[in-house]
């Protein structure tokens, strides 16, 4: 799981550690373990939300982990053309490549640690697809696709792309240096993340060497969640056991903890872990297949449009006519 990675740990900047008699350290409210699937041609994912109260996931609306999958020559698969309207789509890659190519002009290929951010606003048509030499020779893809959702003065937005390289996460070191941070959107202990985004929310990718801790200020009016992706660990002040696969979901408070247990099986010798949190927007929510808005009377509007030929154009359809 490389994702970015440095040379010395030591020469980054510091996570603080939190002031004792000021902070308040966030307690865990649920841990669920997401169940498998597959998504567009049948590539497989783990629902990381599936079974939580969306009212703890407020602002986000979907979570799938893609992999982790060694594909054989042949086997890599991606999605179909389709549409999106009322939210955002991230993309981040830890191993493996994804294409990218939108409606709207935007789009590209994104490998080890680089993110795509999609704003689907008004309405937008894409496809997500494995380039044509990783089919060929197959090879391990393994990321998430993230889904954020926008406030109702957001949802008619313009739709645009971000193409965010590894290269630009802002990186930080825990205090004891067992643990890499890398933020790719929002602020994390001043250290912002080169994620734009209409709704505030902070996106991290933690490495915890085993044994190691790791506290993180956090927004008292973010949510916060933390889902493992591999390694075994725990999360809080009560040491709720935490594994790859699983989501915890934490209450109010002003940091929050993750720890590494100090044995690690040998193929996941680390613990790796996704942070995520954002200021809910606490508006109606409405979800319908590639849609999110805030009524059933726009859900089905966004498919009348979508199938009226509104949402876009696939550009190769534009360059036959």
Same mark, same amino acid.
């Given at each position: !799981?490389?994702?970015? $990675? /440095?040379?010395? /740990?030591?020469?980054?900047?510091? *996570?603080? %550690?939190?002031?004792?008699? $000021?902070? =308040?350290?966030?307690? *865990?409210?649920?841990?669920?373990?997401?169940p498998g699937?597959?998504?567009?041609?049948?590539?497989p994912v783990r629902r990381a939300f599936a079974g939580v109260d969306l009212r703890h996931l407020d602002p986000f609306v979907h979570l799938d982990q893609m992999g982790e999958v060694d594909y054989a020559p042949g086997e890599p698969k991606g999605t179909a053309w389709h549409p999106h309207r009322g939210f955002e789509t991230v993309t981040y !890659?830890?191993?493996?490549?994804?294409? +990218?190519?939108?409606?709207?002009?935007?789009?590209?290929?994104?490998?080890?640690?680089?993110?795509?951010? !999609?704003?689907?606003?008004?309405?937008?048509?894409?496809?997500?697809?494995?380039?044509?030499?990783?089919?060929?020779?197959?090879?391990?893809? +393994?990321?998430?696709? %993230?889904w954020?959702?926008?406030?109702?003065?957001?949802?008619?937005?313009?739709?645009?792309?971000?193409?965010? =390289?590894?290269?630009? /996460?802002?990186l930080l070191s825990s205090p004891d240096g067992g643990a890499l941070v890398r933020v790719i959107a929002g602020d994390l202990a001043g250290h912002a993340g080169p994620g734009s985004t209409y709704t505030p929310i $902070?996106?991290?990718h933690a $490495?915890?060497?085993?044994?190691?801790?790791?506290?993180?200020?956090?927004?008292?009016?973010?949510?916060?969640?933390?889902?493992?992706?591999?390694?075994?660990?725990?999360?809080?002040?009560?040491?709720?056991?935490?594994?790859?696969?699983?989501?915890? *979901?934490f209450g109010s408070g002003d940091t929050l903890t993750v720890r590494a247990d100090t044995g690690q099986a040998s193929n996941t010798p680390t613990v790796d872990v996704l942070i995520l949190g954002g200021r809910p927007i606490r508006e109606p929510l409405a979800w319908g297949g590639p849609f999110v808005m805030n009524s059933e009377a726009e859900v089905r509007q966004a498919f009348m449009d979508f199938q009226a030929g509104k949402l876009g154009v696939i550009p190769a359809a534009r360059e036959a006519r």
């Open positions: !799981m490389p994702a970015v $990675t /440095v040379d010395d /740990v030591l020469a980054l900047p510091r *996570v603080p %550690l939190p002031d004792p008699t $000021t902070g =308040r350290e966030r307690a *865990v409210v649920s841990v669920t373990t997401a699937g597959f998504e567009g041609e049948g590539f !890659m830890i191993d493996g490549q994804m294409a +990218h190519q939108d409606s709207n002009g935007g789009g590209g290929l994104i490998s080890n640690g680089d993110t795509q951010w !999609m704003t689907a606003g008004a309405g937008i048509l894409h496809i997500e697809a494995p380039p044509e030499h990783l089919v060929t020779s197959g090879g391990l893809f +393994h990321g998430f696709q %993230l954020v959702n926008l406030p109702r003065a957001q949802k008619w937005a313009d739709p645009r792309y971000q193409d965010i =390289r590894g290269s630009k /996460v802002a $902070t996106l991290a $490495t915890l060497s085993p044994g190691a801790e790791l506290t993180l200020p956090w927004r008292p009016d973010f949510n916060a969640l933390v889902y493992a992706l591999s390694g075994t660990g725990s999360v809080g002040p009560t040491r709720q056991p935490l594994r790859g696969g699983q989501l915890a *979901v």
